[in-house]
């Protein structure tokens, strides 16, 4: 398979404001985010990206998204450079992330079109990929309803929709699932499951370890900005549970920095 995504030795720190600091309760006044990250992920493939929070995975995704920059290493995805041919590679990126803050006044119906204009998706295309999607999640009940009249769970399946009106060939979710009751969670696995049976390169990351072990091929391990571990589950569970793999390395970790 094709490596679409190719992530190689980033590194990123955030500088901490005095608000962060006092709120945090720390004299810091920098938190570094990654640490020479680097894996790839392929073509059909759906590569999950495992961690507690703050390990790097939502600034990892960030980066591949072209919504930031890393202050070192290099990054491509589908062959273009995230910083260089950031537009290239927002044109073939269906990106996902719970910061993502809809407008409340619109409609998913005027939402939809909206994005899909942008994404210059011809009409007839998009009112066929409106129809196919508003139905598999259900948000074609809601067509018309303000978006600020959603339930949390209805407008985090609505910014997935969104996020992939333009069909795109690599997608990178941040926590697809969360906020979701059961079986909308069910509905957005099933759906990843069948783009993955297209062809189409997926990312996500998670802390949930039934989601990683039902949906990944590969998994990749994060803790304070480095990959502690990563390849398939049966080379990284080797008959144990990811859950307790995780928390071998996690208190491992723990231990090194006593």
């Given amino acids: 398979m094709d490596e679409t995504i190719v992530v190689s030795n980033l590194c990123k720190c955030y500088r901490l404001s005095k608000k962060q600091q006092r709120l945090e309760k720390t004299k810091e006044t920098e938190r570094i985010a990654l640490r020479g990250l680097s894996f790839t992920a392929k073509r059909g493939e759906v590569f999950g990206l495992l961690g507690p929070n ?73 009112s066929r990929r409106k129809a196919e999607l508003f139905g598999k999640f259900g948000v074609d009940k809601y067509a018309e309803v303000k978006i600020g009249e959603l339930s949390s769970g209805m407008k985090q399946k609505f910014s997935l929709i969104m996020s992939i ?3 795109p060939d690599i997608i990178i979710f941040d926590e697809p699932t969360n906020g979701l009751d059961l079986v909308a969670a069910r509905d957005v696995t099933n759906f990843l499951l069948d783009q993955k049976a297209r062809g189409k390169t997926i990312l996500l990351s998670t802390h949930i370890f039934e989601l990683a072990e039902k949906l990944c091929d590969r998994v990749g391990i994060i803790m304070d900005g480095t990959m502690t571990a990563c390849g398939s ?26």
Avoid: M
């Fill in 54 to 126: 703050g390990a790097g995975k939502t600034t990892t995704l960030r980066i591949l998204s072209t919504l930031i920059s890393a202050d070192s290493g290099s990054a491509s995805v589908a062959g273009f450079d995230v910083v260089s041919q950031s537009r290239e590679v927002r044109e073939r990126i269906g990106f996902l992330t719970s910061e993502l803050k809809l407008e409340e006044f619109f409609t998913p119906n005027y939402l939809f079109d909206f994005f899909g204009k942008l994404y210059k998706v011809p009409p007839e295309l998009l």
């Fill in 165 to 167: 009106a333009h069909d």
């Fill in 233 to 258: 589950l049966p080379e990284l569970t080797q008959g144990k549970s990811l859950e307790d793999v995780f928390f071998s390395l996690y208190e491992s970790r723990e231990r090194v920095s006593e």
